[in-house]
């Protein structure tokens, strides 16, 4: 755990596909906690690319009201 008390990182997520039942599932983050636009994804195996990023090397945000593990 992180000197100051736990971290966390909160997003929206959101999910979709086109018209076929073939085409790709897309989708987006938004940052709860950080504002900004979305980021958008053509995959969701680049969404997973960003999201394992994001834990390994990305900045954690300090900590807003009591987030546990659950």
């Not at 053509?42 to 994001?54: C, G, I, K, Q, T």
Request: proline share 9%; aromatic share 8%.
């Amino acid at each position: 755990m992180a000197e100051g008390g736990p971290t966390y990182k909160s997003y929206l997520l959101r999910l979709w596909r086109g018209d076929s039942a073939s085409a790709p599932w897309r989708a987006s983050l938004k940052s709860v906690t950080g504002g900004g636009a979305p980021r958008n994804f053509p995959d969701l195996e680049s969404l997973v690319a960003f999201l394992l990023e994001e834990l390994e090397n990305g900045p954690a945000p300090s900590a807003v009201g009591n987030a546990r593990d659950e």
